[in-house]
């Protein structure tokens, strides 16, 4: 008796394993995955790197016109941002400011990057987030 509850215990087990990791294979798994769903989903992506590019552009002109930093509307312009791209938003936006510091550590050092090409001698920040972020 004891053998016939212990191989339907073994089986029950095998079973819900199998189940367990098919639902698992579903969902996304890190940032990573995210973000390449987001690359991924081809209408998405055109928009939420252009909302990103334009907070970027909207961040750097509040530090221009010395307009306080961390204000209500930035941070619900970034929520918002947030609650459509997922947790993928924040990576993506910070390696974006990633690409930026190596690219300004490059300039500090006199390395030639492929974003002078693009930017030429006017290097600004707006110029500098508008041929780093597409869209």
Known sequence: MFEFLFVAALVY???ERKARKKREGKRLRGLDAELRALVDADGDKTGIAFEIKQYLLAVIEDGNN????FS???IEQAQRILDRAGSSAMYWMTDIAAQLAFLAAAKVNGIATSVDAKVGTSTT???IVKAVVKG
Do not use: C, G, T
């Open 13 to 15: 087990l095998y079973m």
């Open 66 to 69: 010395d307009v306080e930093k």
């Open 72 to 74: 209500d509307a930035r």
């Open 125 to 127: 920040p707006e110029a």
